[in-house]
Structures are given as structure tokens and as C-alpha cells.
């Protein structure tokens, strides 16, 4: 059997209905390349799984036992690639049937370039800004602080936005959106799989900056476009709020080492401070009052212990 010239890696969660939508898309978006599907289901409970194995039978499947987070489950996919090339694709996303020819087209005329992500557009046609520049220790201090309630049109967070931007024409970029993104397998190869103690969040932004720091340039292809439906996947708040606070804390650390585990910390007291006295507002002081603050505080210690 000939190696394919892309595997497609798409993990999935609890979203039966967009997955379908995106590997139907796939069937039809391979662009003349010889693809390779590979779905990781992460314990979704809403029947992905057996939805992927009855109408799509091209795709290998894989279903996890527990739910191993974004990074644990791309890497499961990346490590069962065989291309030469693998695309990590979002299973909230549609891609148009030529994205991935044009995304893999410009990787061969740039040989060094470590990633290529596509133009994100709404179901409306309207443009998603998803790339950014990597956050700095200043940008600790600038988001969801005092400092961006008094100055919300400050240069810091501006510059970490890439709000000067309007995402229009090809151009080379810090934090490519990861929910369409395609990478050599010497890259791969060379810099490592996504860093698992980072479950959610954070992980394509470490991965990319790991890619910087190897000597890599990372690409926004204006020309290839990739429908993505915005929170696709169910949540709940207060559980990924910690996840989220913790994965930044742990890449802070990672990257900035004791400032940025200082900062980080810092930034979550005022933000869990914050939060119980908004609850305040809402609920008189006694029993359900304290039940909230006493869940709020809690999380913000398990995540301060990390």
C-alpha cells in the first residue's frame, strides 16, 4: 500500500452531527491527494463513535476508553499517521475541496516552513481572526485584569490579537489557528508530539512556539478556506474555566519558567476574587452564597497547587 500524501487527523467529542458534516466534506475535499482519515473518539457519550464506524468506514477509528483532552488525543492520531504530511482538523469544521491540495501545495514550494493553516470563515461566510502573536509576560498582566477593564484598547493585548489585522492575504504568522493545520511528519519528527500535561488549552501555542524556537516559519494560506463552527462542542463553564487556568499556568511556567508561574498565579487570585464578588450580586448572603464561593475558591486551589 502506496503512503498517503496526507493523513487527516480529527478528534472528536460529543459532536455527532458536525463530524459527519466534516468527513462528508473530506469525501468530497481531498483535492486529488491520497488521503489517510483517522478519527479519535475521546469517550464521546453521544454515539460518534458508532456513527463513524457504520457511515464512514474509509476512516480508522479509534475510541478511547476515557477522555484524554485535546493534546493526549491528537497525539493518539498523530502517532497512527502514516502520510507524509498530517492536517489536525477540527471536527466542528468543513473544508472546501480544494483547501488541502492549496495547504499541501504551499508546503512543497516552502520546504521550510513547519505549518500552513487555512483562512477560518462562519457558517456566514465572515471571517474568523484566529491567528495571534505568542503571549509575553505582559500579556498576563494586561488580560481579563484591572489593567484591560481600565484600557481596553491597550497596545499589549491589541499586538496579542493581531487586531491591526483583518486576516486578509497570505502572510507568515506566530499562532496559526490549530483547528486546521498542516505539518510535515519530518516536523513532527523533530520537535515532538503536543505536550500532554497541557489537556486543553495552550497546546497548539506551545507546539508552535517549540516549532519558532527549532528555527521554523508558520503560515497563514489566505487562498484555502475552511468553514468552522465556533463552540462546536459542549462545555461547562466552571470545569474548563480551571482547565483553562491551569494549562496557561503550566505553559507560563513552561516558557517564562518563575515569572511566568508568579504572574500566572497572580492573575487567577483576582480573577477567583473577582468572581465570588460578582456572585454577590446575584445571591443573598447565606447557604447557596457560600456553596458558590466555596467551589470557586476550591477550584482556584486545586489549579494554584499545580
Not at 228 to 241: E, I, Q
Request: glycine share 8%; with cysteine; aromatic share 10%.
Amino acid at each position: 500500500m502506496s503512503t498517503p500524501d496526507v493523513s487527516v487527523v480529527i478528534l472528536s467529542w460529543n459532536t455527532q452531527q458536525l463530524l459527519r458534516e466534516c468527513l462528508t466534506a473530506l469525501r468530497l475535499g481531498h483535492g486529488g491527494l491520497a488521503l489517510e482519515t483517522i478519527v479519535i473518539d475521546n469517550a464521546s457519550g453521544d454515539g460518534s463513535a458508532d456513527m463513524v464506524a457504520a457511515e464512514f468506514p474509509e476512516a480508522r477509528l479509534q475510541r478511547n476508553a476515557i477522555n484524554r483532552g485535546y493534546a493526549g488525543g491528537v497525539n493518539d492520531g498523530v502517532v497512527l499517521a502514516t502520510g507524509k504530511y498530517v492536517l489536525l482538523l477540527g471536527s466542528d469544521t468543513r473544508v472546501a475541496p480544494d483547501a488541502i491540495r492549496k495547504l499541501h501545495e504551499f508546503l512543497l514550494a516552502h520546504p521550510a516552513v513547519a505549518a500552513v493553516a487555512p483562512r477560518l470563515i462562519n457558517p456566514d461566510g465572515s471571517i474568523q481572526r484566529a491567528c495571534m502573536r505568542f503571549p509575553t509576560l505582559r500579556t498576563v498582566l494586561w488580560w481579563d485584569t484591572p489593567l484591560q477593564h481600565f484600557f481596553p484598547d491597550g497596545k499589549e493585548l491589541a499586538s496579542y490579537q493581531m487586531k491591526e489585522w483583518d486576516h486578509r492575504g497570505t502572510r507568515k504568522v506566530d499562532q496559526p489557528p490549530g483547528t486546521c493545520l498542516l505539518v510535515p511528519r519530518t516536523v513532527i519528527d523533530r520537535i515532538g508530539l503536543m505536550d500532554e500535561g497541557l489537556w486543553l488549552f495552550f497546546n497548539d501555542v506551545d507546539w508552535a512556539l517549540r516549532m519558532t524556537k527549532a528555527g521554523h516559519e508558520l503560515w497563514y494560506l489566505d487562498e484555502a478556506e475552511v468553514v468552522h463552527h465556533l463552540g462546536g462542542s459542549t462545555r461547562h463553564y466552571m470545569d474548563f474555566a480551571a482547565e483553562w487556568h491551569r494549562n496557561r499556568i503550566r505553559f507560563y511556567r513552561k516558557h517564562y519558567h518563575l515569572l511566568g508561574s508568579f504572574f500566572t498565579k497572580c492573575a487567577l487570585v483576582y480573577v477567583a476574587l473577582r468572581q465570588c464578588i460578582r456572585v454577590k450580586k446575584h445571591l443573598p448572603f447565606g447557604a447557596e452564597y457560600k456553596a458558590n464561593v466555596k467551589q470557586i475558591l476550591g477550584l482556584a486551589w486545586g489549579v494554584l497547587r499545580v
